[in-house]
């Protein structure tokens, strides 16, 4: 929320062209939603992927899309499938396509894998698998303006493991003018699944992102791609190319909100969480040094400072694991490592500004973020960290103000918007559209700042 860390992230190409609006609705929106979670040449299972493939088909439903959902589809299968969606699209409609699976790229090209597929040197990608721009194309060739591929199959997969050389991940495509095409991860990387939960981190940041009411697609993915980094500490970066010039957005009518059961489960939940949000958070209590040490991460660390007293990289870097975990005092300590008597490191002052705004002394964190300010006008982590600190002094008005200019170079910041909410809110003004966008944004944020001190029902 707060930290900086450096990600090196995988931008797609964007063709700049004139913006123009469909004179009326599309001519029918199409998807196929395939999910290949069990294939039999593989010991690998993808359970997550049975519940992905429903919720994204159930969404684009409600969307308006006439959805066709597949699951463990055979090649044959998902030919068919093709066929039949190809089939449906007319003049200027929009057409879909969400793969959960096992994915391959080979001779630079990213190729389907269905579940019978029989696949042992490269040749066999291209004879069994089915290839992304040719799906791309064909949408293309049949009239469809705007062409949609979400792909979620940036897996380490038996397959690529048999070939004597093999690229990793997927490849980029080369698309049709009007395409947007999302891979779950970077360019030739891959993820590991998250073991015993009900969705992976990409389709749950997509859902999220596409249920903004007034977000066009492009920012729809554009934040999915940021939300992804965000939650995954910059460990999964999706892969994100759009050629769209024409106005579409997922949702049907932006201003019309859904009345199905969908969206009464979640009006539920809100306002049960609303009503968490109300119910004492104890403070983060620190793990113990013992219950640190057993931390794969920091025990890799301390093993690099104990070898060299001098390794700034490794204090930084335990610094953050430390403060994720409510360790902020040792995290302040490393800081302290990494900023000496002379250190011009303005993301390690807005770090330590940021363990003592949300565990240790606010007047201390509050000379950290203004120098950080001062090496770095405008900085945005900064501004947020400083944030939190005025807010917990009580200091509203500044807080607001910090809040605001955080939030104009970076609208959809989370805790900037959930901070600037309490404030307003403390302040007597009316905080409920920023605290209602963070909570849609992020559930547990109201937990969050409650660990931290901070709560709507305050004050």
Request: charged share 25%.
């Amino acid at each position: 929320m707060r930290f900086c860390f450096a990600l090196m992230v995988a931008v797609g190409l964007i063709v700049s062209a004139p913006s123009f609006g469909l004179a009326n609705e599309p001519a029918g929106k199409f998807a196929l939603v395939v999910g290949n979670a069990k294939y039999p040449d593989s010991d690998l299972a993808l359970p997550e992927i049975v519940n992905d493939i429903k919720d994204v088909a159930d969404e684009f439903k409600r969307d308006n899309f006439d959805v066709e959902t597949g699951i463990n589809l055979t090649g044959d299968a998902m030919r068919a499938a093709l066929d039949r969606l190809y089939r449906k699209i007319k003049p200027g409609s929009v057409a879909l396509i969400f793969f959960g699976g096992f994915g391959i790229q080979s001779a630079r090209q990213t190729y389907l894998i269905p579940v019978d597929a029989q696949i042992w040197t490269e040749p066999d990608v291209r004879r069994d698998g089915l290839g992304l721009e040719a799906i791309l194309s064909e949408m293309n060739s049949r009239g469809a303006l705007v062409k949609i591929a979400l792909i979620d199959a940036s897996r380490r997969n038996p397959f690529e493991r048999r070939f004597r050389s093999y690229s990793a991940g997927l490849a980029p495509v080369i698309a049709p003018a009007n395409s947007l095409v999302m891979y779950s991860a970077a360019l030739g990387s891959v993820v590991n699944d998250a073991v015993g939960t009900a969705h992976g981190l990409f389709v749950r940041e997509l859902l999220r992102e596409i249920r903004v009411p007034g977000s066009s697609a492009e920012q729809s993915l554009a934040n999915t791609k940021s939300g992804v980094a965000h939650a995954s500490r910059g460990e999964q970066v999706p892969w994100f190319s759009s050629s769209l010039a024409v106005d579409f957005t997922f949702t049907s009518d932006p201003s019309v909100r859904r009345d199905d059961d969908s969206t009464r489960k979640e009006d539920s939940a809100r306002k049960k969480d609303d009503r968490e949000d109300c119910v004492s958070v104890a403070p983060i209590v620190p793990p113990s040094l013992s219950e640190l040490a057993k931390d794969q991460v920091i025990s890799e660390l301390n093993r690099r400072i104990a070898a060299n007293r001098n390794d700034k990289v490794a204090y930084y870097k335990r610094g953050q694991v430390y403060a994720a975990k409510g360790a902020f005092s040792l995290a302040t300590k490393d800081f302290d490592e990494v900023i000496g008597n002379k250190s011009v490191d303005v993301e390690a002052y807005n770090n330590r500004c940021w363990a003592n705004a949300a565990g240790g002394d606010l007047q201390l964190g509050l000379k950290d973020c203004n120098e950080a300010l001062r090496l770095r006008p405008g900085f945005v982590d900064a501004l947020d960290s400083r944030g939190l600190i005025y807010l917990k002094l009580g200091r509203n008005e500044e807080a607001i103000v910090d809040y605001s200019a955080a939030l104009e170079a970076s609208p959809r910041q989370v805790s900037s918007l959930f901070g600037r909410g309490i404030a307003k809110k403390w302040s007597k003004a009316d905080g409920a559209a920023d605290l209602s966008l963070a909570k849609s944004l992020d559930p547990d944020i109201a937990k969050e700042f409650a660990k931290y001190g901070v709560s709507e029902c305050s004050r």
